[in-house]
């Protein structure tokens, strides 16, 4: 049944929507976290009608998570193993068909802007840009045959923009919910959506990334990638409830700023394929790690001892993100952690994307690490997360500890820099229609 906002808000303030929002929002279990969903997706679909003032459109609730990185730091790109989850910030928009070819969206906190269907291919000047986004998923759509129309949406977010949560992987899987569920008949699968996100990022946005960030908001859930192929990686959905370990997974913002660190990003990229390189191969994927051992006197020299480092990283961490997946599904929480505090240290020591060698004054996430492992005093787990040199660590953290640890990271980085997040069972979806 498609509902008008008005009916819209009545399922939702009936409580007919209660299951999912808890799935989505209330996974500490608590009624004041429900009551907030709710009251965030209420607030959602009345600003909808305040700003777009339909008259009877069928309207619907969408919701796209942001991504967390759990195992395989700077191993993708290598074609390696990836383990990542969906969290409880998300994009939360309410959408509606307008019969015509443009979109128009309004996401709170940005100036609305609108996109015409009707031109598909990429348009100069545009690149950077959430319009980018919204025409690439189109186009990405329309590829596969499916008619694409446009749509009025009004977007909130809490994706922590910066955060390694991946806030375009979001926007890119929220979209293309909007459009499957309008012009294609839920026709479309999560891997299909994750990878037309892909698409419009790499095509239309002008940005090279890979497959994680899109697999891992759209399918939902804690899910390990295998990127052995690339262009269609397999994906596994791994069965574990973080909500009965014990712990709480923490986002640290360390306050460090990601701007000019192409080159620091780049040179990871280069290094490990000039080990690759050395056995006639692009990746280290398709290099033994018993041919790279055997080797690595004379890798020393040709490559330097920080590319054979950081290709020792690779295979470390490419081995612990399976690991991690297996330890999770044996329910073997404590090996999970160890492996976790593993992966940390193998990206400090041997990947050493923890501070910009261009700026060495400027070391947020080791001081932040470092601190952290203080509070933590042995339990938990912590490490840094995304592709790191500045932005945020990543911490599991003992429920008895949760207080303590926040106050004394955000006594360290200032208030509201520890951000309490939840693996979430759910990716993209539609959440009431």
């Not at 069928?58 to 998570?65: G, Q, R, T």
Request: some cysteine; hydrophobic content about 40%.
């Amino acid at each position: 049944m498609m509902h008008t906002c008005d009916s819209l808000l009545s399922v939702i303030c009936s409580g007919a929507c209660d299951a999912i929002l808890s799935d989505l929002y209330a996974l500490d279990k608590s009624k004041t976290s429900l009551e907030a969903g709710k009251k965030r997706a209420s607030h959602i679909v009345q600003a909808f009608q305040t700003t777009f003032q339909p008259e009877s459109s069928p309207a619907a609730l969408f919701s796209s998570p942001g991504r967390t990185e759990i195992g395989g730091n700077h191993t993708d790109h290598q074609h390696g193993h990836v383990l990542c989850g969906s969290v409880d910030m998300d994009m939360l928009c309410c959408a509606a068909p307008n019969g015509t070819n443009i979109v128009h969206i309004y996401s709170e906190g940005y100036r609305p802007f609108q996109v015409d269907l009707s031109h598909l291919e990429p348009v100069k000047g545009e690149e950077g840009s959430s319009a980018a986004l919204t025409r690439g998923v189109a186009a990405g759509i329309d590829a596969l045959g499916h008619p694409v129309g446009g749509f009025d949406a009004y977007i909130s977010s809490n994706v922590l923009s910066g955060s390694g949560l991946s806030s375009s992987a979001a926007y890119e899987v929220l979209i293309g919910n909007i459009l499957n569920h309008f012009c294609c008949m839920d026709a479309l699968d999560a891997i299909q959506i994750a990878k037309i996100g892909q698409y419009a990022e790499n095509t239309f946005f002008g940005k090279p990334c890979g497959l994680m960030d899109q697999m891992g908001s759209s399918v939902g859930g804690t899910v390990a990638l295998d990127f052995s192929v690339p262009s269609s990686p397999a994906v596994h959905k791994v069965n574990y409830d973080f909500t009965r370990s014990g712990h709480v997974l923490c986002i640290v913002d360390t306050g460090s700023c990601h701007a000019d660190l192409t080159e620091d990003y780049a040179k990871i990229t280069e290094e490990m394929g000039n080990i690759a390189a050395h056995f006639g191969k692009q990746v280290l994927r398709e290099v033994s790690e018993a041919d790279f051992r055997a080797a690595i006197p004379s890798l020393r020299v040709r490559c330097g001892d920080r590319a054979v480092l950081r290709s020792l990283h690779f295979y470390n961490d490419d081995r612990i993100a399976i690991q991690e997946a297996q330890a999770l599904e044996q329910n073997d929480f404590p090996r999970f952690l160890a492996l976790v505090n593993a992966s940390g240290l193998s990206s400090s020591l041997h990947l050493q994307n923890t501070w910009s060698i261009s700026d060495p004054k400027h070391q947020a996430i080791p001081l932040a690490l470092a601190i952290g492992r203080e509070l933590l005093n042995g339990s938990g787990a912590i490490r840094v997360h995304g592709g790191g040199f500045a932005g945020t660590i990543q911490a599991f953290v003992p429920l008895e500890k949760l207080e303590p640890f926040k106050s004394g990271m955000e006594k360290l980085l200032g208030a509201g820099k520890c951000h309490v997040v939840h693996i979430r069972s759910v990716g993209g979806c539609v959440v009431a229609q």
